[in-house]
């Protein structure tokens, strides 16, 4: 599961760094990173 939280943190970083100024894009970025961090937490559950 590590694999998969690493391959939505780089997903998230590239979304992140990409971004122009516009709202949208700053929504997505949001989302992108919300979307990570509920997989991290789920993935830090899993023994």
């Known amino acids: ?7 939505i943190f ?5 979304a ?3 971004a122009d100024d ?3 894009r700053m929504d997505q970025s949001k989302e992108v990173t919300k979307a990570f961090m509920t997989e991290l937490k ?3 559950k899993r023994p």
Do not use: D, E, G
């Open 42 to 44: 789920v993935s830090l």
């Open 10 to 14: 780089t997903i998230a970083l590239s």
């Open 22 to 24: 516009t709202q949208q």
């Open 1 to 7: 599961m590590k694999t998969t939280a690493l391959f």
């Open 16 to 18: 992140t760094a990409y």
